[in-house]
C-alpha cells in the first residue's frame, strides 16, 4: 500500500517540476524578447533623431528614411510591452495575462509574415525610390560653395570620403548639376583619393585620381554584407516568439 501510494506520487511531482521548468522558460525567452525590442526602440530613435548625415543627405525626402524609424520604434515597444506580459503572466501564473499574451503574439506574429513578405515584393521599388531621391538631392542640393544648402554638401563629402565613393552611381551623377553649373567641374574633392594632390582637379577622371565605385553600390554591398546576421537575428527572435506562444499556451491549460 505505502509501495502504491509512493509511486503515485512521482509522477504528479516530475509534472510539477515540468510546469515549473516551462514557467521559467517562459520568463528567460519573454526576457530576450524584451531585451530585443528595447534595441529596436533605440535603433529607431537612432534613425530618426540620431542620422544626421543622412538626413542631409536626402534633404527634404528624408520623411521616408524617418517613417523606417519611426516603425521600428512601434514594433520595439509592442515587442517589449510583450515580453513584459509573457514574464508577468508566467510569474503570477495568471490566465487572463497569457491569454492576452498568446493572442497579441499569434497577432503580431501574423502581421509580421505579411511584411517580410510585403518587403520582400516591393524592395526594388523601395530601392528605386531611394536611389531617384538620393539621385536628386546630388544634382538638386550638392553646392561645393555652400550657397544653397550646406548641410546636404556637408553630408554628402563626409559619405563620400568615409564610403570611398563617388556620387550616387558614379561620378557621372554630377554632370547637369548645380554643383556643375556653379564650379564647372567634373566632379567634387570629395571624390578624390588625395584631395590635396594636383591631379584632383575636378577633370581628371582616372580611377587612380577619383573613386570609381558610387556611394549607392558601396552601401547596398555593405548592407548585403551583414543581411545575413539581421536575418538571422531575425530568425532566432521569431523562434523565441513561436516557442513562448507554444509554452503560453500549456501554462494556460495547466491553469485551468
Given at each position: 500500500?505505502?509501495?502504491?501510494?509512493?509511486?503515485?506520487?512521482?509522477?504528479?511531482?516530475?509534472?510539477?517540476?515540468?510546469?515549473?521548468?516551462?514557467?521559467?522558460?517562459?520568463?528567460?525567452?519573454?526576457?530576450?524578447?524584451?531585451?530585443?525590442?528595447?534595441?529596436?526602440?533605440?535603433?529607431?530613435?537612432?534613425?530618426?533623431?540620431?542620422?544626421?548625415?543622412?538626413?542631409?543627405?536626402?534633404?527634404?525626402?528624408?520623411?521616408?528614411?524617418?517613417?523606417?524609424?519611426?516603425?521600428?520604434?512601434?514594433?520595439?515597444?509592442?515587442?517589449?510591452?510583450?515580453?513584459?506580459?509573457?514574464?508577468?503572466?508566467?510569474?503570477?501564473?495568471?490566465?487572463?495575462?497569457?491569454?492576452?499574451?498568446?493572442?497579441?503574439?499569434?497577432?503580431?506574429?501574423?502581421?509580421?509574415?505579411?511584411?517580410?513578405?510585403?518587403?520582400?515584393?516591393?524592395?526594388?521599388?523601395?530601392?528605386?525610390?531611394?536611389?531617384?531621391?538620393?539621385?536628386?538631392?546630388?544634382?538638386?542640393?550638392?553646392?561645393?560653395?555652400?550657397?544653397?544648402?550646406?548641410?546636404?554638401?556637408?553630408?554628402?563629402?563626409?559619405?563620400?570620403?568615409?564610403?570611398?565613393?563617388?556620387?550616387?552611381?558614379?561620378?557621372?551623377?554630377?554632370?547637369?548639376?548645380?554643383?556643375?553649373?556653379?564650379?564647372?567641374?567634373?566632379?567634387p574633392k570629395a571624390c578624390?583619393?588625395?584631395?590635396?594632390?594636383?591631379?584632383?582637379?575636378?577633370?581628371?577622371?582616372?580611377?587612380?585620381?577619383i573613386f570609381s565605385e558610387?556611394?549607392?553600390?558601396?552601401?547596398?554591398?555593405?548592407?548585403?554584407?551583414?543581411?545575413?546576421?539581421?536575418?538571422?537575428?531575425?530568425?532566432?527572435?521569431?523562434?523565441?516568439?513561436?516557442?513562448?506562444?507554444?509554452?503560453?499556451?500549456?501554462?494556460?491549460?495547466?491553469?485551468?
Amino acid at each position: 500500500m505505502a509501495f502504491s501510494v509512493a509511486s503515485s506520487r512521482v509522477p504528479s511531482s516530475g509534472l510539477h517540476s515540468f510546469y515549473v521548468c516551462l514557467k521559467y522558460m517562459m520568463f528567460f525567452f519573454n526576457s530576450i524578447i524584451f531585451i530585443s525590442g528595447g534595441v529596436l526602440v533605440g535603433l529607431g530613435i537612432w534613425i530618426r533623431y540620431g542620422s544626421g548625415l543622412f538626413a542631409k543627405i536626402l534633404g527634404s525626402h528624408a520623411t521616408h528614411f524617418f517613417n523606417i524609424g519611426y516603425f521600428c520604434i512601434v514594433v520595439g515597444l509592442m515587442l517589449t510591452v510583450l515580453g513584459f506580459l509573457g514574464c508577468l503572466g508566467a510569474i503570477k501564473e495568471s490566465r487572463f495575462l497569457l491569454m492576452t499574451f498568446i493572442m497579441t503574439m499569434m497577432a503580431m506574429f501574423i502581421a509580421k509574415i505579411a511584411a517580410a513578405v510585403l518587403a520582400l515584393a516591393f524592395s526594388q521599388i523601395v530601392e528605386g525610390i531611394l536611389h531617384d531621391k538620393g539621385l536628386i538631392s546630388l544634382k538638386e542640393d550638392y553646392d561645393a560653395e555652400y550657397i544653397k544648402d550646406g548641410s546636404v554638401t556637408l553630408g554628402w563629402d563626409f559619405l563620400m570620403r568615409k564610403l570611398k565613393c563617388c556620387g550616387f552611381n558614379n561620378y557621372t551623377d554630377f554632370s547637369a548639376s548645380q554643383f556643375v553649373n556653379r564650379s564647372g567641374l567634373v566632379y567634387p574633392k570629395a571624390c578624390c583619393w588625395t584631395p590635396a594632390s594636383p591631379a584632383c582637379n575636378g577633370k581628371n577622371v582616372s580611377s587612380a585620381v577619383i573613386f570609381s565605385e558610387g556611394c549607392f553600390k558601396v552601401m547596398r554591398v555593405a548592407l548585403q554584407n551583414h543581411s545575413l546576421v539581421v536575418g538571422a537575428v531575425t530568425a532566432a527572435v521569431t523562434g523565441l516568439e513561436l516557442v513562448s506562444i507554444l509554452i503560453a499556451m500549456v501554462l494556460f491549460v495547466k491553469l485551468g
